[in-house]
């Protein structure tokens, strides 16, 4: 005689199985989303990391070197129009429709603001000039500060960013990266009683690359500024 045994079988029916892809889909979705995200923080708190830390350097540097300038030496142009700046080439470049010389033939008074700062500090032979220029290309809304040096500019200081100089292929440098835009970096200076000058520096910048959207509650621009007073010697 045959037995036959009835056998049963278990599993998942279909509908169990779409539920169950639909719950996994969900979670790797949301999974993924929240990773990309912490990517796009981390990648923003770097970036304006590295944005604090070159505004940083920068007036840093000019307090330790204004600082130690006689204020006789010491002088502030507005040069925002008449050159730009040439990131491909590296080199400033002059509006051919300005007249450079008449630009510079002044330095600007108390409390005008200006981009610009040619100083020379005590002992040093050669002037320092750190300027503010935006990108000739004007689909393109970079800054940069640049800083140089040159000797002799007493009565010349339309040369100090003449990219056509020695001294200015030789001394000239970015004081920010290509990862950083420069908004604006504005200089101006009152005088003191005691005869020296009072500069205010200040600095906003914000990183070239934004992961976050406009609307989200994270402010873009770093601002920084900076005051420093010469130190000249009253006899």
Known sequence: MIDFKNKKYEGFSLVEMLITIAIMGMVM????????????????????????????????????????????????????????????????????????????????????????????????????????????????DMGYVIKTSTKDLWDNHDKCFDGTTEDYRMYTIGLNSPSVDINSFNIAYTESSGGNYIVRFDLAAQPVDWYLGESTPVNREVFRQAVVSTEGINW
């Open 29 to 140: 979705l949301i999974a993924s989303i929240t990773l990309s995200t912490l990517i796009k923080i981390s990648t923003v708190s770097s970036n304006k990391t590295r944005v604090r830390n070159e505004t940083e350097f920068v007036l840093e540097l000019v307090r330790r070197t204004v600082r130690n300038s006689n204020p006789a030496d010491v002088s502030v142009y507005n040069s925002i129009d008449a050159r730009t700046y040439d990131a491909e080439n590296d080199q400033v470049t002059d509006n051919e429709n300005i007249d450079i010389p008449s630009v510079y033939a002044l330095p600007l008074g108390e409390n005008v603001t200006g981009n610009e700062i040619h100083f020379k500090p005590y002992g040093y032979v050669n002037w320092i000039c750190i300027g503010f220029f935006r990108d000739m290309n004007p689909e393109s």
